[in-house]
């Protein structure tokens, strides 16, 4: 006999805004599950959520919306990507190949998500005078200090239509 697992629904209360058109009305066309690794207490965990589907009434793009505890394309939960990046290995069961994959990742991506933050405030004094320290010390100084960090920045990302959905195996030419 089969047992039921149960399915988190999400639903964002922030009102719709298409990141490709600045749309503000979309239609739910349907859901599809996501299956989510949690580690609590040290022990993983799948759960899966199930995200909604909307189309963009402007433009007619389809867009997954996703909690804050996601990151696109990943399979584990941004708590555990954010603990392994501050080198709280220990409060994650993972491979170390997935822990390799992961930093290689973040260090691929930060200059992009250092770029996405340094356009969106107001002042580009950043520019002028680079924040010290690591990547990692100068993404937090736009985003806090605090737990959930990463999650902040992805989500502005994705929320500008800037987050990059794919990388090329080969080089054309």
């Not at 959520?49 to 793009?61: T, V, Y």
């Not at 603990?83 to 709280?88: C, F």
């Amino acid at each position: 006999m089969k047992t039921l697992k149960p399915v988190f629904f999400v639903r964002s209360l922030e009102p719709f805004c298409c990141p490709c058109c600045r749309g503000e009305k979309a239609t739910v066309i349907g859901s599809r599950n996501r299956k989510i690794i949690e580690t609590s207490e040290g022990n993983p965990q799948t759960k899966t959520i199930r995200i909604r589907r909307l189309k963009c009434e402007s433009c007619s793009r389809i867009h997954h919306e996703l909690p804050g505890s996601v990151i696109p394309y990943k399979r584990h939960a941004v708590k555990s990507v954010e603990a392994v990046l501050e080198g709280n290995i220990s409060l994650v069961i993972v491979e170390n190949s997935t822990i390799r994959r992961w930093v290689s990742w973040f260090d691929g991506l930060t200059c992009h998500l250092l770029g996405v933050l340094n356009t969106m405030t107001k002042d580009n004094t950043v520019e002028k005078t680079p924040f010290p320290g690591t990547r990692l010390q100068r993404l937090r100084q736009y985003v806090g200090e605090t737990t959930g960090w990463l999650s902040r920045v992805v989500h502005q990302a994705v929320k500008q239509n800037l987050w990059v959905q794919t990388r090329s195996a080969f080089s054309a030419g």
